[in-house]
């Protein structure tokens, strides 16, 4: 099992306290986003946690905890966002020389290859242009690049819950040939420096410019951190584009105090608000209670180590009918 930590909230930089907590006390209850009686639990054993991959934009939070979850056997790497706008975009991440820092610590900590930068969503105001961009992603890229060994990028999805919070934002038409003289610019920075840049869920094709479409949730990636093969199938749960393997998600939406504008994940203030001040660092879940009136399910968990065949079962395959 593989638990993502999480596409719905920043869980290292707002609730390292509760994860741990958790980790601690071997399980941990998500409310279903669409019935809010209906209640997952997970375990959290390292027995049954092949791996967690934390998502954030300020793990620093995180850092000074990691030790107790290596000491408790847990395996996981970061996809860690810095992107190149200021507070009018990005309201509550702290400034760029800071998150630069932490990028730089974290990776020293825990090793280059299990730290991934991210640059995305990129999207063009009149501020933010192709040229701002590609000046950006190139100091980002001189600061980042001897400390990580990829940045994956994607262009903005205006979902629904997007479109409200970024009304007062005047976004300027990107065409798909913007995106690839763009995309051509930033592959030959990351080229310069020595990174591997991939594409997040994109329906374009960039291959031209040598960027593949990645995966976050990254089989092979775990598979090298684990020291062993595992097998997973691509999270149907996902956009077709998107590449991850299954996972399971274990924040919840309208949670995150970053208050960024593009975030798909929060799309009403007033409720952020309730459900911040109803998280309490001794619940199974991220916020509030148990009520009573909810069914609790324990989630199914898909081990999945590859089963290495015995010599002597391969030579009983081999001699098997085919019929049979």
Same mark, same amino acid.
Request: net charge positive; glycine share 4%; hydrophobic share 35%.
């Given at each position: 099992?593989? *638990?993502?930590?999480? +596409? ?19 399980? @941990?209850?998500? +409310? ?6 209906? *209640? ?11 791996? $967690? #991959? ?7 939070? @995180?850092? &000074? ?23 009018? *975009? ?15 610590? @974290? ?8 730290? =991934? ?6 999207? !063009?105001?009149? &501020? ?13 890229? /001189?600061? !980042?690049?001897?400390?990580?060994? &990829?940045? %994956? %990028? ?14 007062? $934002?005047?976004? &300027? ?7 690839? *003289? ?6 030959? =920075? ?13 329906? $374009? ?17 775990? /598979? ?14 996902? +956009? ?27 799309? /009403? ?11 309490? #660092? ?13 069914? $609790? ?6 081990? !999945? ?12 395959? +081999? ?6």
């Amino acid at each position: 099992m593989i *638990i993502s930590a999480s +596409r719905r909230t920043d869980i290292p930089a707002f609730y390292s306290d509760w994860f741990i907590r958790r980790l601690q006390e071997g399980f @941990l209850y998500v +409310r279903n986003p669409f019935n809010a009686r209906q *209640i997952f639990k997970i375990v959290l054993s390292p027995d049954v946690v092949e791996c $967690i #991959v934390f998502w954030s934009k300020n793990p620093a939070p @995180l850092l &000074k905890k990691l030790h107790l979850i290596d000491r408790m056997g847990y395996k996981y790497y970061f996809q860690f966002t810095i992107t190149s706008y200021d507070s009018s *975009i990005e309201k509550n991440v702290p400034a760029k020389e800071e998150v630069i820092e932490t990028f730089i610590k @974290l990776s020293e900590k825990i090793g280059k290859h299990k730290v =991934i930068w991210r640059y995305d969503p990129i999207f !063009l105001t009149d &501020k933010f242009d192709i040229n701002y961009h590609v000046k950006w992603f190139e100091y980002l890229a /001189s600061k !980042l690049s001897k400390h990580t060994n &990829k940045c %994956i %990028i994607s262009f903005i999805d205006m979902y629904k819950k997007c479109q409200n919070n970024m009304k007062d $934002i005047c976004l &300027k038409d990107f065409n798909v040939h913007q995106k690839k *003289i763009l995309a051509k610019n930033l592959a030959e =920075i990351s080229e310069s420096y020595g990174l591997k840049i991939e594409s997040c869920a994109e329906d $374009i094709d960039l291959e031209e410019f040598g960027i593949k479409h990645g995966k976050c949730i990254d089989d092979e990636l775990i /598979s090298r951190i684990l020291g062993f093969p595992i097998s997973a199938s691509k999270d149907k749960n996902q +956009r077709s584009a998107c590449g991850c393997v299954e996972s399971i998600d274990i924040g919840a939406y309208n949670t995150c105090k970053h208050a960024c504008k593009y975030c798909y994940a929060n799309y /009403s203030q007033k409720m952020v608000q309730r459900n911040i001040k109803a998280h309490e #660092v001794g619940s199974p879940l991220i916020t509030g209670k148990i009520t009573g009136n909810e069914r $609790i399910i324990n989630r199914k968990i898909k081990p !999945l180590k590859k089963q290495q065949l015995s010599l002597l079962d391969i030579i009983a395959q +081999r001699n098997t009918p085919a019929d049979k």
